[in-house]
């Protein structure tokens, strides 16, 4: 429990100011198909529907409804549906990655541990709220994980595979156990069975105790077949919007939230070492990630050193590092977090916030003007509303599910669990 809220009033309510604008960007997403692309302006780009960002948005209108914003329990509706009908591979089972922008048929049949993690999330999600379909959605994107991702042997899972299942891709990724671990935590909240947490707090420890504390913290990314570490790959795109060469500080950032809340999920002895790795996941992140190049903001990767590899400014980094704090503040309530987060906030006002065309600028260049290097337009606002809404929430697996079982609090509530 924190001594101190590290929100101040005055900074809970303008979360909450900007969560509720995010929200009315994220309406304008709906397609007939499930949730597009957005542009700069906030328009459906013309492309195909990719399955992470609707699955990403369906949760977001989850969160909406979580917080009684109107006409976002129809549109969770609506991505749950748009993931179960226009999505789902009724041959081989499992969801296409992509779709036609009408939603008629399937542009990409690759099966990815990427987005069917977001498949878990958005049915765990829509649960919490009660949006119809979405236990059902839920319940099957589990087994299809169960079956096909998950790898017991390394109690991590696995990439992706064809359409049909028959070939699997020899690579595996930090950044699919990741999101998978969101999944896990949000599906066993709202299911209450322990093995999704469980299996979780494998891919926690594997991970973070193992792989980044043997690495002096700077997660390795890139894996063959068997988690054998592959430093150099993808070396010449240190930019890649998914699979960048080198260490991402955002990622440091964000799994120090993951394992805080594994931990706390889990708990006992055995999870003694989540918050040390946590907070030297977050120094790390901001001595090699912080302004190394001399102007304010996170680079997006580095390399094995520290050395800034790809010098863009992302918006999501900056979210998940206020995450990140409120994670560590949650557990010790140190002081030394409200400072760093009105930093970030200040820098974010300053350069993130669109607040002529809406959300946030996806991505930044090494002065901080808006730059389109790696992301093209304001694909998704899922990193942006869930830092918006931390002031309101305990420490927790599942932002959707607390916020379901709290209520909408007044702005400037501490989130004092």
Sequence with gaps: MADA????????????????????????????????????????????????????????????????????????EHGIRSIADNFHDERHDGWYAAISPDGSRPTDATKAAYAHSFVILAGSSGQAVGAAGAADLLTHALAVHDRFFWDESQGMTRESFSGDWRTEEDYRGINANMHTVEAYLAAGDVTGDQLWHERAGRIVTRAIDQLARANSWRIPEHFTADFT??????????????????????????????????????????????????????????????????????????????????????????????????????????AQWRPLVEKWWAYAKAYLLDLDRGAWHSELDATNAPYAGTWVGKPDTYHAIQAMLLPRLPLTPSFTTALAARGAPEAGGTGSA
Excluded at 36 to 48: C, I, K, N, P, S
């Design 229 to 334: 570490p592959l430093p150099d790959y993808n070396k010449d795109q240190p930019a890649h919007p998914f699979r960048p060469y080198g260490a991402t500080p955002g990622h440091a950032l964000e799994w120090a939230r993951l394992t805080l809340a594994a931990a706390q999920t889990l708990g006992g002895p055995a999870w003694d070492w989540a918050y040390d790795a946590a907070s030297a996941l977050v120094a790390g992140a901001i001595t090699d990630g912080w302004a190394p190049d001399g102007a304010d903001g996170f680079v997006y990767t580095t390399d094995w050193d520290g050395t800034p590899s790809s010098h863009a400014r992302m918006f999501w980094v900056l979210t998940e590092a206020i995450g990140a704090a409120w994670a560590l503040h949650h557990v010790d309530g140190s």
């Design 5 to 76: 809220p590290l929100f101040t009033a005055e900074r809970a309510a303008e979360f909450a100011a900007e969560a509720d604008r995010l929200l009315d960007f994220t309406a304008g997403a709906k397609t007939t198909g499930g949730f597009g692309w957005l542009g700069d302006h906030g328009e459906v780009v013309e492309r195909d529907l990719e399955l992470w960002i609707t699955c990403r948005m369906t949760h977001v209108c989850a969160l909406g409804a979580a917080i009684g914003k109107p006409g976002f329990l129809e549109l969770t």
